[in-house]
């Protein structure tokens, strides 16, 4: 679980945390100095020594290993300062060393004069140990009682999500996912594109528990939260397709295109198939078309309609639309391997040859075109969520420039 996502996530919260202790140890020091008869023992002592500082500069720096050692030292000369122990303790988990966490935050819990706030947060710790170490439950109940501690916490709320998620408990994800939604009241436009993708979860569950009825329902909620969840149009005029009734499938690809043009590709060799089920092939030229007029840099329409071509023995237009393509993705060896079919079937023309070599000579090639923008993850397929930081539908396209002296890769 040491990966940049988690570790984003931890450092924003221990930057919260920190915020909010700082805030809290000045709030308290008047009332700490009334309540132990002048006795500034623990924060006085603590900006007497320069550890705690440093400490937190280290920690700001994500030098975890130091902070660790200064923030130690300056727990040792106050060792009932809890957010150094709060901290320490996260430290030990982002190091991997979640038993020590677990004890950390655990001896904190026992203390009789935590506030409300206090408790809630060092359960929050807790729960993030527990999910760390794999305990799934009592990470579950830590989370829990955060939430009865302090309904509206953000950060509860979002691993009680991701925990539902990791288990497939799509529903419960969803739930937990509308308070959030709730909370943030509209703030982020995140949410719908999640409530979206969970109702999409809990379509193909029920699909493939036989219930046609309840997974469109559920497919077409998803796309009624975000209209760009683009696997509920796809599984929707899947279901359709299935019941025999065409004409509305090819509504729900149709729909998803329009909503989400650079996704068009996904409902290729539906679309081509449901047109010519309709006895209308020629719906799908007209499709591509459309879309190559609208975006000339597209090389999948190009692709898609040159192997229509193909097929109906038009090779020579075909091979016009693959060169067409080829400058835009000349690292897609589908490309390559289509033109090759097309110039086998117009005998090899020298002519036709020299064109292709002209047009390949700065090509790159690479095999994993796709590209996590959150965590970096790499995959050759498209997925809906990342394997690797677990977010929502954040997989680009990588495209590379032709050939320079240096090859950088340019997000699109
Ligand atoms: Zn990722």
Redesign the pocket.
Known sequence: MADG?VLTTELSLLAVLVALLIGLAVGKAWERYKLRDGRWIDRRRLRDTPHYMLGLNFLVDNQVDQAIDELTHAASSATDALEIQMILGNLYRQKGQVGRAINVHQALLQRPDLTTLEHAYVLLCLGLDFRNGGFVDRALEAFQEVLQLDPRNRYAMVHLEKLHEDQQQWADALEMREQIALLDAGRRPDDQQILGFLRNEIGNAQQRAGDSAGAMRAFSEAIEADARTVPAYLNLGDVYEQQGNVPRAIDAWERMIAAAPSHAHLAFDRLEHAYRTLGAPNRFVELCERLITREPQGWRPHLALARHLAAAGQHQAALERLLDALPHHPHSLIIHQEIWEALASLGFDGALIRRYVELTREAVFYLDPHI?R????RTTELLWQ?P????WN?FVEERLAAAKETTIAETV
Do not use: G, S
């Open positions: 996502d996590c959150r965590c970096r993850y990342c690797q930081c677990h977010e954040t």
